[in-house]
């Protein structure tokens, strides 16, 4: 081979070789993506209001359910709650009418304040109503309810059976895990300053279903009822026992989601099944453990019972014998050690 074709070949290479660096470069320029700062809004620029946590409808505000994040100046609408034009103070104690999720922000619509139109009717759940009970200092816990608490109902009534001796006297938790939405007329639980303020009240407005709401309205018909105020912790109880008597239907899965939601479930729902009582011989000897038998009448037997409507027979208060004598077909009836 002579020198010219020599030359020719390294002269191809040369240019194959750029040609060949050349197409890579101009490819992996045009491929590249193009990498812009994203501007963030200044510190010392305009904050406005978001949610911390979901706040479903219905959701009391309290101190911790907002705070200030700063945001663009110019996607600032008249609706937000903006740092230095609005007072977050003033804010506790109202109550969301439109779902806000995490981070977004709070708009003035989706409140309600204490004392405009429609504010209870928001801070109750779907499907649930609002009762009033009266309470003194005794039976509302010497005013350490607030609103947002808990609690569950204690009847306390006197039976007398139209029977003879002491009357029996009996209490029963009837409904569990009640939210209370207002004491009086305050729906804040603390004040200005952040302080819970003790303090002997008159009614105590609680969120409760229509049954529920009918149980209280003909329990302060029976006897006297009382509150008895929850533990945070008790939700923990609950679910379980709500899990045992197959009340709720654990998700399959390891979803988060559907776990935290059956939790809230289980949580915020009051409860009317598996009520407990306690009668007078549970806590004291000299009291009676069940309803007092009738009175008995000249002769032995039982004395007609001043008894009406349905229920139970009169003379099942104490055990009785039936005794048919000669040719009389109406039996006597006498009770167990009469003659």
Known sequence: MDAKKIILLVVALIIAGGTAFMAKTMFSQASAPQVSAAVMPAKDGPQILVATRSLPVGTIIEADSFRYQPWPSELIENAYYVKGEADPASLQGTVVRAAVTAGQPVTKGALVKSGDRGFLA?????????????????????????????????????????????????????????????????????????????KVVATVTLEATPRIAEKIAVAQTIG?????????????????????????????????????????????????????????????????????????????APSAPAYSGGGADPQSFGPVVKVLRGSNKTPDVIPVGGK
């Open 122 to 198: 928001a801070a109750l759940g779907p499907g649930m109503r609002a009762v009033t009970v009266p309470v003194s200092a005794q039976s509302g816990v010497a005013g350490f309810v607030f609103p947002g608490d808990r609690v569950d109902l204690v009847l306390t009534q006197t039976v007398s059976g139209d029977g003879a001796g002491p009357a029996l006297k009996t209490s029963e938790t009837f409904i569990r895990n009640v939210r209370v939405l207002a004491v009086d007329q305050t729906t804040v639980p603390e004040d200005d300053e952040g302080n819970k303020l003790v």
């Open 224 to 300: 006297s009822v009382s509150l008895s105020l929850r533990s945070i912790a008790d939700n923990t109880a609950e679910l379980e026992r709500a899990i045992a008597a197959g009340e709720v239907k654990v998700p399959e899965g390891n979803d988060p989601k559907a776990e935290k939601s059956m939790l809230l479930a289980v949580a915020s729902r009051p409860v009317d099944t598996d009520t407990t009582f306690v009668t007078g011989a549970d806590v004291s000897r000299f009291q009676r453990r069940s309803v007092p038998r009738q009175s008995m009448a000249a002769g032995g």
